[in-house]
């Protein structure tokens, strides 16, 4: 029997289920505007929606791996187009590009063209520190966190701040070899 192939981002999208997407980003939004309210800060609203998508990150990461049937990346160049071509377009539908990479691969860009959470979003004056897209970032911090990757991810651009694109900065913190429960011979 010949191995399975690793479907496209766009054959994955196709066959998910989905709920609507005026209803998802009107939620997000309820969910920011309630943050907003209850902590009044905004630095800990950042915060707050980066732990969320860290705990969304460690949990999607199983669901992404069962239906992608993506296997194991050779490294974290790999990884990070894996996230931007399958993962983006698995869960948000976009598809993003990697680039502005170091010299030692350890660290570049993901950048989004279009962004489903920010459909009917305008910052007010008073959250021009906000983050509003932050839970992205937890949630690629988790899901690489469980395939034994260390990061640090951090935005540099935000079209809600006027500039032309989304973009995260991914680090590479460090590879985490992985630790097994138990002994073989056992």
């Given amino acids: 029997m010949a191995p399975v192939a690793p479907r496209s981002g766009d054959a ?3 066959s998910v289920e989905r709920v609507n997407a005026e209803l998802f980003t009107l939620t997000y939004g309820a969910i920011v505007r309630q943050l907003l309210t209850d902590l009044e800060e905004v630095e800990e609203v950042n915060k707050q929606l980066d732990q969320m998508g860290y705990n969304i990150g460690v949990r999607l990461v199983d669901e992404f791996l069962a239906k992608s049937n ?46 489903p959470l920010v459909d009917f979003v305008e910052l007010p004056d008073t959250c021009q520190g906000l983050y509003y897209c932050n839970v992205l970032s937890g949630v690629i911090r988790g899901a690489l966190e469980m395939v034994s990757m260390k990061t640090e991810v951090t935005w540099l651009r935000d079209m809600l701040r006027g500039d032309d694109a989304f973009e995260l900065q991914v680090k590479l913190l460090k590879q985490v070899p992985e630790e097994y429960p138990y002994k073989d011979d056992e």
């Fill in 12 to 14: 994955i999208f196709a």
């Fill in 70 to 115: 993506v296997s194991r990346c050779v490294d974290f160049k790999e990884t990070a187009e894996v996230i931007a071509k399958v993962g983006f377009k698995m869960f948000l539908g976009v598809t993003a590009s990697v680039s502005n990479w170091d010299a030692e691969g350890t660290t570049c860009s993901i950048i989004l063209e279009d962004n």
